[in-house]
């Protein structure tokens, strides 16, 4: 016997038939652990199938295909690879804006300006503005 919450989570699966944990813990309002304590009886039940692990846990009916499972490893690999693109971006413009204010500090110059200089060296030594940026760095470091 179901409760309500069990059968909310049925008609979300039927919905969406690959759903990760945490859109229902969004769409059913609840935390991870009482989510947690939902499914068990579901899945030993054999009436839910989870794939995944720990904060990538995907639930969908029990009757689905495995190599549907696979275009969701796909996606995840690729929004990993994307994760690891944006820090090493995100990574890169705090090295450059630490660059930028040794700039400003040592030539009174405004932010545009001495992004500009970053700019034009890294053009001139064709090298990124994060090796350029590094450099500036490295020399006024103390």
Same mark, same amino acid.
């Given at each position: ?11 979300? +699966? ?7 944990? *945490? @859109? %229902?813990?969004? &769409?059913?309002? =609840?935390? !991870? #652990? ?44 690729? +929004? ?7 820090? *090493? @971006? %995100?990574?890169? &413009?705090?090295? =450059?804006? !630490? #660059? ?43």
């Amino acid at each position: 016997m179901l409760n309500s919450r069990q059968e909310e989570i049925i008609n979300i +699966l039927r919905e969406y038939p690959y759903t990760f944990s *945490r @859109q %229902l813990v969004e &769409r059913l309002g =609840i935390s !991870r #652990a009482r989510l947690n304590q939902l499914m068990i009886p579901l899945i030993k039940n054999n009436m839910v199938k989870m794939e995944g692990h720990a904060r990538a846990t995907c639930y969908s009916l029990a009757k689905q295909k495995k190599a549907n499972f696979r275009v969701l490893e796909l996606e995840n690999a690729k +929004l990993k690879k994307q994760v690891k693109e944006l820090q *090493r @971006q %995100l990574e890169d &413009r705090k090295i =450059i804006e !630490r #660059a930028k204010e040794i700039l400003m500090a040592q030539f009174d110059i405004r932010p545009t300006e001495a992004y500009r200089k970053l700019q034009e060296q890294s053009m001139s030594r064709r090298k990124s503005m994060r090796q350029v940026a590094e450099s500036i760095l490295g020399a006024y470091e103390v």
